[in-house]
């Protein structure tokens, strides 16, 4: 699997949400680029497409879209925590960014 190296950094959501904005933009993006680092060595078109789908922000838009997609993920993880799903001490920020990856960027080139 190439998503396997984030057990030694990985950062709850609660931790997370106690950091400064700048804090969290700095955790988000070292994330995503440890991600792009690790996947560019068995997959440098994917790691390409994951880099663009998060750094890139298309000509009308506020945000890449990939930042969207992280965002309006941890809202849905932020609102189950509230209704008592899930322990946000338990959800990983790494986790969040993987599953938009996996959702967004892998899944859809798998598909045709």
């Known amino acids: 699997m190439i998503f396997t190296t984030f057990q030694a950094s990985a950062m ?3 931790q997370y949400e106690n950091q400064t904005k700048q804090q969290r933009a700095e ?3 070292n994330a995503i680029d440890k991600i792009i680092a690790d ?3 068995a997959r ?3 790691a390409k497409a994951i880099h663009d789908y998060f750094y ?3 000509a009308g838009h506020t945000a890449a879209p990939g930042v969207n997609a992280f965002e309006g993920d941890l809202a849905a993880v932020e609102d189950s925590a ?3 799903k899930l322990d ?3 959800v990983q920020i790494e986790g969040i960014l993987l599953g938009v990856i996996k959702r967004d960027v892998i899944s ?5």
Request: charged share 35%; proline share 12%; glycine share 12%.
């Open 44 to 46: 440098p078109d994917l």
């Open 27 to 29: 955790v988000v993006a």
């Open 82 to 84: 509230e209704k008592g």
């Open 108 to 112: 859809p080139g798998k598909k045709g």
């Open 88 to 90: 946000l001490d338990k």
């Open 56 to 58: 890139v922000t298309p």
């Open 12 to 14: 709850s959501v609660r």
């Open 39 to 41: 996947v560019s060595k």
